[in-house]
């Protein structure tokens, strides 16, 4: 007995600090004794339920568990205990929560379960006032949980209050509304608080907890009461898009409810929604009022069984044309035209508002009504009515024009008596380059037709009212400039100048001003000008037969200022001509197995490619005399003269423009192949060319070997054996694959020359190899099968003419 008393003893000391622990970390008064290293799961899980209940973290608590005796070491451990845990179970708690009830916290702790409905776009109703505020997924008016919690707010079975005691002693608990109404505080009792309001429960609350507490008699502890979680309330919506029982939260509004059901129904009214409670009509909501005023008087708190009834509407008119908001709106009994507008936001700029034209229906047709402008407060809507609002016209009623040489050239207002001296003060009077013996008058006459009226524009501002004519509407006045009636001179400059092209002339322009103008002289300028002018006569001469005047001129070629100027006239055409020899260094490119490969300048006017190689100290022990070849790059002019060629080809084919792409493109250069041994031999053998700026001569290194590629089993590189043809190479790959055609091969030299397999009869002739040539067997083209049908028809034609002959020969 005394051994089960002494274990029993122990197991109570040792439970002890952990369930201390476990009921409140904050609370407790003596944390000396806990053992970390032995706490449960559950044990962290209450640990970390009593941090978020308490809207604080392991670290804010630090200094408490510290100063109750936990040593800094064994807070430590509950740190990272309690965060491994955390980690472990957060995801599957969030899950859970998730899973099981919906719920959304705020960032203040309080809760809703989570109230989803799908909007469906309205698409057919989608002009009909109003039907926007229930399609948007982002406007669902659900009640902000971050407010404070309303003192008139009703308890029911379902709300969760967060019941507080602070200061000398301390308790804290979340405590739900039993299905009773009641709720449960330790050491307190039950409480009856449904159908009571926050505040009135809140005083009996604290009236309870006093009974008990003594230091919240004292007043040295306070109690804090606030609403955790709310409850969900049932409602039933009746004519929406979605009608149907809605399980929301108590907190939520007639719009919260209307936006969940999608809004009225495709005839249901947007101005008469019934909220019925307890079987009565609670209120009348008008949507409209809330849409145009922001008026929220309508949105009332729901309640437990309320019914939303949306009937049908009584009716509806079409505002189309020039206001702000056309659609569908509708109306209630006594409202007039101008309710109308105002829904619809008013007229836009371009409205024509004198009168509207309205559209009605009859008991048997259709009928037209104008709404004049006086009436527009007393007319009432019919259901079923059309206003169709046009734009103004697309004319003025009291515009002028004026243009030309004003200083303000622009529209104007008109006036009845106006004169064009009156129109020329407002365009605040005449230019000095203004040609005042005329003005013109453009007019629009009473037939439409327009005239020319023409104005002594000197007399009508001298003061002469017959000259000073009266405007009219729609007039355009024309004020000349004596700049109109000059011709526009030009001088050209061309050659040796920085800008050469077409100027402006002026009177007195020198050829020094000119040239300075144009930026001055190049470098490559000589002393020689020569100058073209037009030739000027009333008369025609025959025996004359020059067409210009020609004038030539001798200038200091470095010196953009003359000692002797010359005065240049309209349309003279000057030439500044190039120094007979001026040419700049032009260079080539020696690469390869040369001495000293590099760039050189062509020295002479004909350098050719020994003269060059030589320079560049002559082919080294390793090059390839067959192997050199000269790379000239292809001009631009080339390509496009192979464009402008006609190839005689049709219209859809390809073949130029595959042409002036590939040299554009890929080639690039052309090459020329050179015979250095004939060379040497005899220096005006035809190999050696004259080279051209650009071009670069390249020297192959001696290489042993024969390349294959192309359509061959394996593309390779085999020794060269003196003796050996073209076939053995070919064999020495593995010969040709299933695309090769071999008849077609060819075989590139080192110095770019090329050589093809030629046949005659059954006779086939296949060039020389040499080494470090190139052998390419290129692909077969591909060639239409012919189909049985083509077979059969060949067969018919061949059995006909078999039949033919035989028949001619009977």
Same mark, same amino acid.
């Given at each position: ?84 845990? /955390? ?82 002693? /301390? ?16 050491? #307190? ?110 949105? #009332? ?18 505002? /189309? ?185 002026? /009177? ?303």
């Amino acid at each position: 007995m005394k051994k089960i008393i002494y274990v029993l003893t122990l197991f109570f000391v040792l439970t002890i600090p952990f369930n201390a622990v476990a009921q409140d970390l904050m609370k407790s008064k003596d944390l000396s004794t806990i053992k970390v290293d032995y706490l449960s799961d559950d044990d962290l899980a209450k640990i970390s339920a009593q941090l978020k209940s308490n809207n604080t973290s392991i670290d804010q608590v630090e200094q408490i568990a510290l100063s109750k005796g936990m040593t800094q070491a064994d807070f430590n451990k509950l740190k990272i205990k309690l965060k491994d845990y /955390e980690n472990k179970n957060g995801k599957k708690e969030v899950k859970d929560n998730t899973l099981k009830a919906g719920e959304k916290a705020s960032e203040f702790g309080r809760k809703q379960e989570k109230v989803e409905n799908v909007k469906v776009k309205d698409s057919a109703n989608a002009l009909i006032f109003g039907s926007e505020l229930f399609d948007n997924p982002t406007l669902d008016f659900a009640p902000d949980l971050k407010l404070a919690t309303p003192m008139n707010y009703i308890l029911g079975p379902g709300d969760e209050l967060q019941v507080s005691v602070y200061g000398v002693q /301390e308790y804290n608990a979340s405590i739900p509304v039993s299905v009773e109404g009641k709720i449960t505080i330790d050491y #307190v009792g039950q409480i009856a608080v449904s159908g009571m309001s926050i505040e009135a429960a809140s005083q009996k609350i604290k009236a309870a907890i006093a009974r008990v507490y003594s230091t919240v008699r004292s007043g040295q502890s306070q109690v804090s009461v606030s609403l955790g979680q709310i409850r969900t309330i049932k409602i039933t919506i009746v004519g929406g898009k979605q009608p149907g029982n809605y399980s929301i939260s108590s907190l939520a509004t007639v719009y919260n409810a209307l936006h969940l059901a999608g809004g009225p129904g495709k005839n249901g009214s947007y101005r008469n929604i019934e909220l019925i409670r307890n079987n009565k009509v609670y209120r009348n909501i008008d949507i409209y009022r809330f849409l145009v005023k922001g008026d929220q008087s309508d949105n #009332v708190t729901l309640k437990e069984n309320d019914v939303i009834r949306i009937p049908a509407y009584t009716q509806r008119v079409t505002m /189309e044309g020039e206001v702000k908001r056309p659609g569908i709106f509708e109306m209630k009994r006594g409202e007039s035209f101008s309710d109308l507008l105002n829904f619809a936001s008013g007229f836009n700029e371009f409205a024509y508002t004198a009168s509207i034209n309205v559209l009605q229906k009859t008991g048997k047709e259709f009928k037209v009504h104008d709404v004049s402008e006086s009436e527009f407060s007393s007319y009432l809507p019919k259901s079923g009515d059309v206003f169709r609002i046009t734009r103004i016209l697309n004319r003025f009623e009291n515009r002028i024009k004026i243009e030309g040489a004003v200083f303000r050239p622009d529209y104007y207002s008109f006036t009845e008596g106006m004169r064009i001296s009156d129109l020329i003060t407002r365009a605040e009077g005449l230019k000095e380059d203004a040609y005042s013996k005329r003005a013109r008058i453009i007019r629009l006459k009473t037939d439409l037709t327009t005239e020319i009226v023409n104005v002594d524009l000197g007399a009508a501002l001298s003061g002469d009212l017959n000259a000073d004519i009266e405007l009219k509407r729609e007039d355009i006045v024309t004020v000349y400039s004596i700049l109109d009636f000059r011709e526009e001179y030009k001088v050209t400059i061309d050659g040796e100048v920085k800008n050469p092209g077409e100027y402006e002339y002026f /009177e007195n322009l020198t050829l020094n001003d000119l040239v300075v103008q144009v930026g001055g002289l190049t470098g490559s300028a000589s002393k020689r000008v020569e100058i073209a002018r037009m030739i000027k006569s009333d008369a025609i001469d025959d025996a004359d037969p020059k067409r210009i005047e020609l004038i030539e001129l001798e200038i200091t070629a470095d010196n953009n200022e003359q000692i002797k100027n010359f005065v240049l006239k309209p349309f003279d055409v000057i030439n500044i001509r190039r120094m007979a020899v001026y040419e700049k260094p032009q260079m080539v490119t020696v690469s390869g197995a040369v001495g000293y490969p590099g760039k050189y300048v062509l020295a002479n006017k004909k350098e050719t490619v020994y003269n060059v190689v030589m320079r560049a100290g002559g082919l080294t022990s390793i090059a390839n005399l067959d192997g050199m070849k000269i790379k000239r790059p292809i001009k631009e002019e080339q390509i496009e003269t192979l464009e402008r060629i006609d190839l005689n080809i049709s219209k859809n084919d390809t073949l130029k423009g595959k042409l002036a792409k590939k040299l554009k493109e890929d080639l690039k250069f052309a090459t020329i192949p050179v015979n250095w041994e004939k060379i040497v031999k005899d220096k005006n053998h035809f190999s050696n060319v004259t080279l051209f700026p650009g071009d670069e001569i390249e020297v192959a290194v001696y290489n042993e070997g024969v390349k294959v590629t192309g359509n061959v089993l394996l593309t390779s590189e085999i020794p060269y054996r003196n003796g050996k043809g073209f076939k053995y190479y070919i064999n020495a790959v593995g010969g040709i694959d299933s695309k090769g055609w071999k008849k077609k091969a060819y075989i590139i030299y080192p110095n770019g020359k090329a050589d093809v397999t030629t046949s005659f009869l059954f006779f086939r002739s296949y060039p020389k190899v040499e080494p470090d040539s190139q052998i390419v067997v290129p692909e077969k083209p591909e060639r239409k099968k012919m189909t049985a049908g083509e077979w059969v028809g060949i067969g018919s034609v061949v059995s006909s003419l078999a039949l033919l002959i035989v028949t001619a020969f009977k």
